[in-house]
């Protein structure tokens, strides 16, 4: 699970939120469309496709400037095969999540000859933090925005996501540290925020719970199984019984995996379906 497919997967939660961020107006009729492109079908990983009233937004999500092909490039392949889907204007806007390093050149055109391509950079990195912090849909995103004081930012973060409803915390607040880790170390992250964290965070130790800090597998296990019945109700819905049960039945390791894996199910089909490879790899042995 990537930085930048988490961002995809927020957009994705929060449709008219984001579209209102990036484009600076209210925005409230707001669908989510496929992801898959025809045309020698491509599927990709970090961008959302909004549609607005008459328009269509492409928000596509980068830690990194670096791509096969070029990030222009990119562009103007997505604008054309969304104009040939939809025949609808088409805004792109390319949210970039670090800033690369000083002599980076951020393109915002594809150039060649008489093809000339412009989409729109937003720099998180030069964001007011203020919108972040007062939206919890964005305040995953808070602790990458601007400031010259990063851990009092941290700080009002954290403040921000103890006061979330307790149904919302949980998942905020694992989201925000995921996104934290691109730019703070294990140590303040895990002074400031008391919940674990997902995988590919620089507190992966503490993923599974607080248990930890007791030195005893059982209530870092029953701490773990908690937060993923959590995150997965969220993903795909209510749960039957017999996914409980066989949620019960992991280890500590197959919970991590599971913890990873979860961000990207749409359906309990998914979920099912990472329990079949299990099985398989069960048999192979």
């Given at each position: 699970?990537?930085?930048?497919n988490?961002c995809k997967?927020l957009s994705?939660?929060?449709?008219a ?6 484009l600076g107006t209210?925005?409230t ?9 025809s045309?020698?079908?491509i599927r990709?990983d970090y961008?959302t496709f909004?549609?607005?009233q008459?328009?269509?937004l ?6 990194k400037?670096?791509s ?5 490039l990119?562009m103007?392949?997505?604008?054309v ?5 939809y025949r609808?204007?088409i805004t792109?806007?390319?949210?970039l ?13 594809f150039?060649?000859e008489t093809?000339r391509h412009?989409?729109r950079v937003?720099?998180l990195w030069?964001?007011n ?15 990458l925005?601007?400031?010259t004081?990063p851990e009092?930012l941290?700080q009002?973060v ?11 915390r949980p998942?905020?607040s694992?989201?925000?540290?995921i996104?934290?880790g691109?730019k703070?170390n294990?140590?303040?992250?895990r002074?400031l925020?008391?919940e ?7 507190i ?16 870092r296990?029953?701490?773990?199984q908690?937060?993923i019945?959590?995150l997965?109700t ?6 039957p ?6 949620i019960?039945?992991?280890s500590?390791e197959?919970?991590e995996?599971l913890?990873?894996a ?6 309990i ?6 329990f079949g490879t299990?099985d398989?790899?069960?048999?192979m042995?």
């Amino acid at each position: 699970m990537s930085f930048d497919n988490l961002c995809k997967l927020l957009s994705e939660k929060h449709p008219a939120t984001f579209a209102s961020w990036v484009l600076g107006t209210p925005q409230t009729s707001v669908k989510v469309l496929k992801t898959e492109l025809s045309i020698e079908p491509i599927r990709a990983d970090y961008v959302t496709f909004l549609q607005l009233q008459g328009r269509i937004l492409h928000l596509e999500f980068q830690t990194k400037l670096e791509s096969t092909p070029p990030l222009p490039l990119r562009m103007l392949d997505y604008w054309v095969r969304l104009y040939r889907l939809y025949r609808l204007p088409i805004t792109q806007v390319v949210v970039l999540l670090l800033p690369p390093s000083p002599e980076t050149v951020i393109e915002t055109v594809f150039c060649v000859e008489t093809t000339r391509h412009e989409y729109r950079v937003i720099r998180l990195w030069e964001e007011n933090p203020e919108l972040f912090l007062n939206d919890p849909a964005l305040l995953p995103l808070a602790p990458l925005a601007a400031t010259t004081q990063p851990e009092a930012l941290l700080q009002q973060v954290v403040g921000k996501v103890s006061q979330l409803e307790p149904r919302q915390r949980p998942e905020i607040s694992a989201y925000t540290q995921i996104l934290a880790g691109l730019k703070y170390n294990q140590d303040l992250i895990r002074q400031l925020f008391r919940e674990g964290m997902m995988r590919e965070s620089v507190i992966y130790q503490e993923i599974l719970a607080e248990g930890e800090q007791r030195g005893r597998e059982e209530g870092r296990k029953a701490e773990g199984q908690l937060l993923i019945l959590r995150l997965l109700t969220r993903r795909v819905g209510e749960l039957p019984q017999e996914v409980l049960d066989r949620i019960e039945t992991l280890s500590l390791e197959q919970l991590e995996n599971l913890g990873e894996a979860l961000l990207d199910f749409q359906a309990i089909a998914d979920l099912e379906t990472w329990f079949g490879t299990l099985d398989v790899g069960v048999k192979m042995t």
